[in-house]
């Protein structure tokens, strides 16, 4: 029996307004390539970097948001390699002194269980630009040179696609909690790398590893460490070696390709900057930096532990730090009924649009308004829904949520009289008697097909309890 | 000596300009400019003479050492590879004269890319000594310091990695000042070794190295190595303790320069100073350890020189690798080659801790000396190159022995310290010979003061 050994790097990018030693924009999203470009992007002669504070204070956040200890001292290093994505030649990172030492993940994984991945270190660099071949010649854009990136490298801790997989969407979650990275994973804001090795179960030795890299979902992370895993037990059962190299993964044919040997592996040359003058934080530098962090998902699961909600809700509302904090503010306003309501529509919401959430246009006072309106028998749960889907729209922004329901006329019927008449008009009817005279005869059961039929004549505006009380009453 | 500068103020900037152009035509045989910047240099010297621009520099002519990004032309850091650049911004220290109303007119020699101690290294031809055309006018700035030295203009810009302002100043006759590391913004400055690279001047004068110190020193938000202004002239020195560097008087040095070293420490003593002999063992490794430490560095600020963005592109390549190799093979001198194999060596791995780790060790513990003697004496006093100006073509051939021109020059350097080379007296045939004085960090001002008991008393 085969065993497999995964460890993850992680380069988030971090949301600054600049790159990370220029003043030039860092968001280049739908730009026109090399417009986003500055003297020191393009390594001009004489050009000298200029460290964003901001990055570091992003940086000094997300190792709070991984548990982990903040150099007091670090370091940046010039990594050099030649190529045309590369203006300067090298690539600034930290190689022997990083700003982020040590960390842990908790992860929840399916069955309810915690994976807790180490991590190593996370330092800062700056990412490449991007190449475009076509047939014979390569365009170069350096829109995305110079931004700023945290690399986050985990121990080997992981030890099943589904672990990389919890592993990889709690770090997403940390890091768009802890606000370091817009998260926009089509973007690119975050990339993962996955090393892994196989090895028989019990064995004390590491087999050999690939790492594949670039992955940017995560179900991408999941498929591609379990075709990594057939693959390297497949060649050791038919008594071949796994080569180390570098491989890449093709999300339509779900395979990963050799891309780079380590025969191949570059010397780096790896030199201490002598630009950048050491990065010297004191413990109150630190504290300051870290003061105000948002509440992370950990915690939010702990706060939500009395909602007794199914996990796959409670991880839907933690997919994006809007809908949890809007979710957590129902909660602490309206108490745990509401609560409750907010998460399960949210839960099965499917595709909404977070950023009315971000915003607060779709904010807690309406949801905990609208939940509210259910526990009162205004609304039914069904008609409740349709209101919150109704929220998003654009035309209901300026109206309240019982605007927007009388409006949609979904406000249930609570008045007796009303309901009486559609009650006495079931009652009568023909398909209705076989019903009337089962509960006669004590089959309590079909008092359920007689409300909903005066639902249905309501068209879902009687209140169901009433309707059920107005019915026995008339048995 | 009296201030040169001072005699450009308050005339006509236009024919101040004018007058230097003129001067720098009637020069040329001795090659120390590469470029005259004729036309921006007349727009200028239009602005300051309407009042637009005024300031403490205002009409006063000056070149720059062409590894430094202008206006008004090419940067061409004296290599095939630049040989057409145009710089789209200027580097600090231009910015900063001319603010103050400084012109500059051309821009001087060098060896490519600071690369060398002779100037016999641009890809354009060497410049010709001052003094005497026959021999070499010592470098990497030896454009800039013959410009002085031949009077084309009262003070030129000059970069210092190793020496490269001193040396050249001591084979001509004039004063270079090699500020503390720091002082000056690098912005804008085409990178040689990041971390002891420093820009400074080359006048005629103590006085005239002050002037233009007082304006091109301060913090630079462009450059994270700089250092708010503190540098403020003081008119004298109070007589102090000076240390006569023994490893630096040694039987490897000329005589008439020992000679002349010994002269001026008796001026100094004449002065009222107390110098005595001073031991820093580890003076005698900062050759070996710059020859690591900043040819790495060389090999890392090259890289860029790809010929992907701007620069030389070699038009036979093929492929990327072929670009790579034929660009820079084609763009680069020999020495440039050197040091960037020198370096990519030093740096690579297996290599990395043996050489260059070990080298930054040393520098720590030359660093540590030069602190420790400075905490009991004001400055220390030697020669600063080992000859007066040797022969064109004298030591092309032997890398080795061109570097060991360095040797009394790179300590300073290394520990980031300034240092000036002051004219005192020449060699019987006439050669200038320059005399080294260095304090500790940021007391350049007490520097400058010091040296003006040498000012024109060989």
Known sequence: ?475 | MTSRILSYLNRSAKENVQQAILKAKQAESYHALLSLTEERALEQATKVDAGEITGRLAGVPFVAKDNILTFGGKTTAASKMLEDFTSPLQATVIEKLEAEGAICIGKANLDAFAHGGSTENSAFGPTKNAKDPMRVAGGSSGGSAVAVALDIVPFALGTDTGGSIRQPASFNGVVGFKPTYGMVSRYGVVAMGSSTDVIGPITNSIADSELVLEVIQGADPKDMTTLPSYFKPISSAKPGKIGLIKEHMSDNIDPSVLAQTRIAVEQLEKAGYSVEEVSLPMIEHALAMYYIIVPAEVSSNLARYDGVRYGHRSDNAQDLAALYGMTRSEGFEDENKRRIMIGAYVLSSGFFDAYYLQAQKARTLLIDQFRTVFEKYDALIGPVSPTPAFRLNENTKDPIKMYLTDTLTVPANLVGCPAISIPFGSTPEGLPIGVQLMTWREQDAKLLALARELEGKA
């Open chain 1, 1 to 475: 029996m085969w065993e497999m050994t995964i460890g993850i790097e992680c380069h988030v990018q971090l949301a600054t307004k600049t790159k990370l030693f220029s003043p030039a924009d860092n968001d280049s999203r739908n730009a026109e390539p090399n417009s986003k470009v500055h003297p020191v992007d393009y390594a001009l002669p004489g050009m000298l970097p200029v460290l964003n504070e901001e990055a570091v204070r992003l940086a000094v956040r997300a190792g709070k948001a991984l548990n982990s200890q903040i150099a007091n001292i670090s370091r940046f290093d010039r990594k050099h390699y030649f190529y045309p994505d590369l203006p300067k030649g090298y690539q600034t990172t930290q190689m022997y002194q990083p700003i982020i030492i040590g960390g842990k993940v908790d992860a929840p994984l399916d069955d309810g269980s915690t994976l807790s991945v180490r991590l190593h270190h996370a330092h800062m660099e700056e990412d490449a630009g991007k190449l475009t071949h076509t047939g014979s010649y390569s365009l170069v854009d350096l829109n995305r040179a110079g931004t700023p990136l945290i690399e986050i490298v985990s121990e080997p801790d992981i030890h099943s696609p589904a672990e990389a997989r919890a592993y990889a969407t709690e770090l997403y979650n940390l890091m768009t909690f802890a606000g370091v990275t817009h998260g926009d994973l089509y973007h690119g804001n975050m990339r993962f790398d996955v090393n892994l090795s196989v090895a028989k179960v019990g064995s004390d030795q590491l087999g050999t590893r690939t790492e594949t890299k670039n992955l940017n979902s995560f179900r991408s992370i999941e498929r591609a460490a379990q075709y990594e895993f057939n693959r390297q037990v497949a060649l050791l059962e038919a008594g071949e070696k796994v080569t180390q190299e570098t491989r890449g993964w093709d999300d339509d044919t779900g395979k990963t390709i050799s891309q780079r040997s380590k025969e191949d592996a570059q010397d780096y040359r790896y030199m201490p900057d002598p630009d950048i003058p050491p990065l010297v934080l004191s413990q109150q530098d630190i504290a300051m930096m870290q003061d105000g962090m948002p509440v992370m998902p950990g915690e939010y699961r702990q706060n939500w532990l009395s909602l007794d909600l199914d996990k796959s809700v409670i991880n839907t509302v933690l997919s994006h730090p809007s809908v949890a904090a809007t979710a957590e503010s129902v909660r602490t306003a309206y108490g745990n009924e509401a609560a409750k309501r907010v998460f399960n529509w949210f839960a099965s919401a499917g595709e909404f649009d977070k950023s009315a959430v971000e915003s607060g246009t779709v904010g807690s006072r309406r949801l905990g308004k609208l939940a509210q309106m259910v526990g009162e028998n205004k609304l039914s749960s069904t008609g409740a829904k349709e209101v919150f889907f109704a929220l998003f729209e654009e035309q209901n922004l300026s109206k309240t949520v019982a605007e927007i329901a009388e409006s949609m006329q979904l406000i249930q019927i609570s008045d007796e009289s009303a309901i009486i008449a559609v009650v006495e008009q079931v009652l009568a009817s023909e398909s209705s008697q076989k019903a009337v005279e089962d509960i006669r005869a004590g089959n309590d059961k079909a008092i359920g097909f007689l409300v909903g039929q005066v639902m249905k004549q309501s068209k879902g505006r009687a209140n169901p309890a009433l309707a059920q009380k107005l019915i026995r009453e008339r048995l």
